[in-house]
């Protein structure tokens, strides 16, 4: 990848250019993490009373009984956002979808292991445990493999 900076008082504003031959998930990430706003928190509900979860903080987020939760070291909280909206905002966070109803935070996850059906078996950080289905395993491996970056 070639970078290019020109720094000159006739620019009003900062411009970003991108020049490939095609899309990548490199140039994808870039993207978001050009776009990364401040510091967002998830709003979510726990008995009636509006809590602001910190993405860092958030294990996993599953989808059950068409009410989408938080996991958390000490809490599932309920979130009031589709799932593809949790995924949408979190994505800068590094949360990956594991399932068709769950979305992990890739930086929480403290040891895996295959099962034998193809799917891995996650363990986060703070002792609780998901599944990866085997249509996400390979991109959470390489995602794995770099660090999360």
Request: proline share 1%; glycine share 4%.
């Amino acid at each position: 990848m070639k970078i290019n900076i020109d720094i000159d008082d006739s620019h009003e504003e900062a411009r970003i250019t991108i020049q490939a031959k095609e899309w990548t998930q490199e140039l994808q990430e870039l993207v978001n993490m050009i776009n990364k706003k401040k510091q967002q928190r998830l709003p979510g509900v726990n008995q009636e009373q509006t809590v602001l979860l910190e993405p860092k903080e958030i294990d996993y987020i599953y989808a059950e009984k068409r009410k989408i939760y938080a996991v958390s070291k000490s809490s599932h909280i309920e979130v009031k956002m589709k799932l593809y909206e949790v995924e949408e905002f979190l994505i800068s966070y590094d949360f990956m979808r594991f399932s068709k109803s769950v979305i992990g935070n890739i930086h929480r996850i403290e040891k895996f292991e295959a099962s034998f059906n193809g799917n891995l078996c996650v363990y986060f950080q703070s002792g609780s445990k998901e599944y990866i289905t085997r249509k996400y395993v390979n991109a959470i491996k390489e995602k794995l493999i770099q660090g999360g970056q």
